[in-house]
């Protein structure tokens, strides 16, 4: 096996060269599927690697020494300003191809207010809105969605559907 040559350190990733493959390491993040009354709380927020604004449900970074549960429940209050009950859905690599990032995603229920300060970067606002439509919208170009987001919506559908 190669040895993983470092070509960049940062932050959030590390480029290394391991053999002829490139390699992205990020850091592993979480997701939270937030419900209510049939609705699924969205963040829209502008996204400067994509350039546009996106509408994702609550996400974020696992910070050093925190389980990907503690991460979701302080993306959540910081966020949404809504502490609840989690419940662990699924973990899945985001694109194993190239990258090791890793998405905890979690079901959060029985919500109530919480306090967190977000994050000084972050410049966004959250909606209830019926993941059915925003599915559409994103099949239909008018809303750009992430892997996270759609997940979400694909649990939220296939939860209900065995309704």
């Known amino acids: 096996m190669p040895e993983r040559e470092y070509i960049y350190r940062g932050r959030i990733i590390n480029l ?80 194993p191809g190239f990258c090791d990032e890793k998405l905890h995603v979690f079901r959060a229920t029985h919500l109530v207010p919480a306090s967190a300060q977000p994050d000084d970067d972050e410049d966004l606002s959250v909606e209830w809105l019926e993941p059915q439509g925003v599915l559409r919208a994103a099949r239909a170009g008018e809303v750009e969605i992430s892997a996270s987001t759609m997940a979400g919506i694909l649990f939220h559908l296939n939860r209900h559907a065995a309704d």
């Open 16 to 95: 290394a060269l391991e053999g002829r493959y490139e390699i992205v390491e990020h850091a592993h993040a979480v997701a939270i599927l937030a419900e209510r009354d049939g609705k699924v709380l969205f963040v829209r927020q502008y996204r400067p690697a994509v350039k546009a604004a996106t509408l994702e449900i609550p996400a974020g970074l696992i910070n050093p020494g925190e389980t990907p549960e503690e991460a979701a429940r302080r993306e959540l209050a910081e966020e949404a300003q809504l502490g609840g009950a989690l419940e662990f859905l699924a973990a899945f690599y985001l694109s």
